[in-house]
Structure formats: structure tokens, C-alpha cells
């Protein structure tokens, strides 16, 4: 399927709406599916930090 402007491309024969919203909620739960984790695990990691710090001082 090939489109002549953009604007067709955007519009996709009155189905724009529909495939635009499905690919940018695809987008941000496979966004999701790599930030969260991130921030889990780094946040794992500073607690450790800490609590290794309040180990070591005692």
C-alpha cells in the first residue's frame, strides 16, 4: 500500500484515527515494558547502596 502525500498516509482511507491510536498505545506499553524495569532495578540498586552504608558505619 502506497500513499501519494502525507496526508493520505495520515488519513489511510478515513482509518487514520484508528491506526495512529493503536500504534502510538503499542508504543507507549512497549516503552513501558523497558522503562519500568529500568527504574526498578536501579532503584534496587541505590537501596542496597544505602543499606550497605548503614551496615558498614554501625
Same mark, same amino acid.
Not at 493503536?22 to 537501596?47: A, C, E, M
Given at each position: 500500500?502506497?500513499?501519494?502525500?502525507?496526508?493520505?498516509?495520515?488519513?489511510?482511507? !478515513?482509518?487514520g484515527?484508528?491506526?495512529?491510536?493503536?500504534?502510538?498505545?503499542? @508504543?507507549?506499553?512497549l /516503552?513501558? *515494558?523497558?522503562i519500568?524495569?529500568? !527504574?526498578r532495578?536501579?532503584?534496587?540498586?541505590v537501596?542496597?547502596?544505602?543499606? @550497605?552504608?548503614r551496615? /558498614?558505619n *554501625?
Amino acid at each position: 500500500m502506497f500513499f501519494n502525500n502525507f496526508s493520505e498516509l495520515m488519513a489511510m482511507d !478515513g482509518h487514520g484515527a484508528y491506526v495512529w491510536a493503536v500504534v502510538l498505545i503499542s @508504543l507507549l506499553v512497549l /516503552s513501558s *515494558q523497558i522503562i519500568i524495569p529500568l !527504574g526498578r532495578s536501579r532503584r534496587f540498586f541505590v537501596q542496597q547502596r544505602m543499606r @550497605l552504608r548503614r551496615e /558498614s558505619n *554501625q
